[in-house]
T-cell receptor, first 114, second 115 residues
Framework: GNSVTQMEGPVTLSEEAFLTINCTYT??????LFWYVQYPGEGLQLLLK?????DKGSNKGFEATYRKETTSFHLEKGSVQVSDSAVYFC?????????????FGTGTRLKVLA | DTAVSQTPKYLVTQMGNDKSIKCEQN?????MYWYKQDSKKFLKIMFS???????INETVPNRFSPKSPDKAHLNLHINSLELGDSAVYFC??????????????FGAGSRLTVL
C-alpha cells in the first residue's frame, strides 16, 4: 500500500541555519504531495504542495521538489527562524483510489534556537 | 470567523462515559474528516464524509460513530470511553474529491483525556 516515511526528529538548529527534512514515499499511482506544519497547540496547516513530477512547491521560504525518480519530496529552507519551530508533516493524497485519502508521515519536530 | 471550528477544545472525562465532539466548517467544502493524533503526534484518519455520505471508514472501534447532519457539520460521538481513547481529535475539511486540489483545512483540535 501507499506510505510516507520522513526523518525522525527532533531536529535542533540555530537561527539562520539551513534546514532539510527528508521525506520519501511509496505509491501505486501518481499522488499529490504535501507538507503541513503544526505549531504548538494548533491544527495542521498547509505549507506547500506539488501535484506532479518535477513540480516545486514553495511558501514562506520553504521549498520542496516532487522527485518521481527518487520518490522523494524533501523540505528545505535556507535560513530558519525561531518562529519556524513546529512539527512538520509530509503527506500524500492517493488520487487513484477515488477517495483521495491522505497518508501522513510521522511528523518531524523542528526546534530553532536563537 | 474560524474556518473549521470544533468544540469542546478540552474534554476530561471518566472511563465508561459517552461524549461528543462537534465540528463545523464555513468554507463551503464538500468533504469533512476526523483524524486522531496520539501523544507521539502520529496522525490517523478515522472517517471521511463527502456531501453527508460516508466514504472513508477506517478500522475504528464501533464505539466511535460519526454523524453528518449537513455538509457543513460532522460530529463525533464516542461511547464507553476507554483510556486509550485519550488523544487530540482533529476535524478537517476539503473542497472535495478533486485531484491535486484536495487540500485539508484543519480545526484547532479537541484534546480528550480519559481518566
Amino acid at each position: 500500500g501507499n506510505s510516507v516515511t520522513q526523518m525522525e526528529g527532533p531536529v535542533t538548529l540555530s537561527e539562520e541555519a539551513f534546514l532539510t527534512i527528508n521525506c520519501t514515499y511509496t505509491a501505486t499511482g501518481y499522488p499529490s504531495l504535501f507538507w503541513y506544519v503544526q505549531y504548538p497547540g494548533e491544527g495542521l496547516q498547509l505549507l506547500l504542495k506539488a501535484t506532479k513530477a518535477d513540480d516545486k512547491g514553495s511558501n514562506k521560504g520553504f521549498e520542496a521538489t516532487y522527485r518521481k525518480e527518487t520518490t522523494s519530496f524533501h523540505l528545505e529552507k535556507g535560513s530558519v527562524q525561531v518562529s519556524d519551530s513546529a512539527v512538520y508533516f509530509c503527506a500524500l493524497s492517493d488520487d487513484t483510489s477515488g477517495t483521495y485519502k491522505y497518508i501522513f508521515g510521522t511528523g518531524t519536530r523542528l526546534k530553532v534556537l536563537a | 470567523d474560524t474556518a473549521v471550528s470544533q468544540t469542546p477544545k478540552y474534554l476530561v472525562t471518566q472511563m465508561g462515559n459517552d461524549k461528543s465532539i462537534k465540528c463545523e466548517q464555513n468554507l463551503g467544502h464538500d468533504t469533512m474528516y476526523w483524524y486522531k493524533q496520539d501523544s507521539k503526534k502520529f496522525l490517523k484518519i478515522m472517517f471521511s464524509y463527502n456531501n453527508k455520505e460516508l466514504i472513508i471508514n477506517e478500522t475504528v472501534p464501533n464505539r466511535f460513530s460519526p454523524k453528518s447532519p449537513d455538509k457543513a457539520h460532522l460530529n463525533l460521538h464516542i461511547n464507553s470511553l476507554e483510556l486509550g481513547d485519550s488523544a487530540v481529535y482533529f476535524c478537517a475539511s476539503s473542497q472535495g474529491m478533486v485531484s491535486g486540489a484536495n487540500v485539508l483545512t484543519f480545526g484547532a483540535g479537541s484534546r480528550l483525556t480519559v481518566l
